[in-house]
């Protein structure tokens, strides 16, 4: 499997999940200012999206979208930790999973946007914040955000969180956020997929 990633962006989470999974990929990274891969490919010839993370199989098919793609790997790796194989777990897994792409991932793309003015950008950063504190107040007393096993999901949050210093949106106020990213920080396979994009761990 190749995974196509831009260091920090979403495809953080899914690259958390294949070195959680122990599954075997290549990295490919991504200019997305330029669309050029590393090596000087046309990404829209691979993902018409022009998005990462895209997964490329072996028999070269292509998977997109980052929470799918996370899903996929887990299945794949028959990884029931990271994604339950049933049951309201897995449910309580997909429903996070779904509302931090919905609510969160896609609310700080105006915060990245220069077009943006101040006014529009201060106003979604205190949506952004009540979202924050809702969340913050989910893991209080939690390991992870199902329990006390790391899953898909809490990849994803740990991903997007990360964006908050780029904005200048300040969530150091959330003490059980705080704490659950420190504590996923810690995990050797984050660590491992931070090191490899150049971020620091």
Not at 39 to 67: A, C, H, R, W, Y
Not at 167 to 188: E, G, W, Y
Request: hydrophobic letters at 40%; one cysteine or more.
């Amino acid at each position: 499997m190749k995974l196509y990633f831009s260091p920090g962006a979403c495809s953080l989470s899914p690259h958390i999940i294949l070195r959680e999974a122990g599954l075997a990929f290549t990295l490919k990274k991504v200019d997305t200012s330029t669309h050029k891969t590393v090596d000087g490919l046309d990404f829209f010839s691979i993902n018409p999206k022009g998005q990462v993370p895209t997964m490329e199989m072996d028999d070269g098919q292509i998977l997109t979208e980052g929470s799918i793609i996370a899903q996929y790997i887990a299945e794949r790796a028959e990884n029931r930790e990271l994604l339950p194989a049933s049951g309201m777990a897995r449910y309580r897994v997909l429903e996070w999973q779904n509302y931090i792409t919905s609510e969160l991932h896609k609310s700080f793309a105006p915060l990245f946007d220069p077009a943006m003015n101040a006014e529009g950008k201060t106003l979604i950063a205190g949506l952004l914040r009540k979202k924050f504190a809702w969340i913050n107040s989910r893991l209080e007393g939690q390991t992870y955000l199902t329990g006390d096993t790391f899953t898909v999901a809490d990849a994803y949050l740990f991903t997007v969180s990360g964006w908050s210093k780029y904005v200048n949106l300040d969530i150091s106020d959330f003490a059980h956020l705080q704490n659950f990213l420190a504590r996923v920080k810690t995990r050797p396979h984050v660590q491992a997929a931070l090191k490899a994009e150049g971020l620091p761990a």
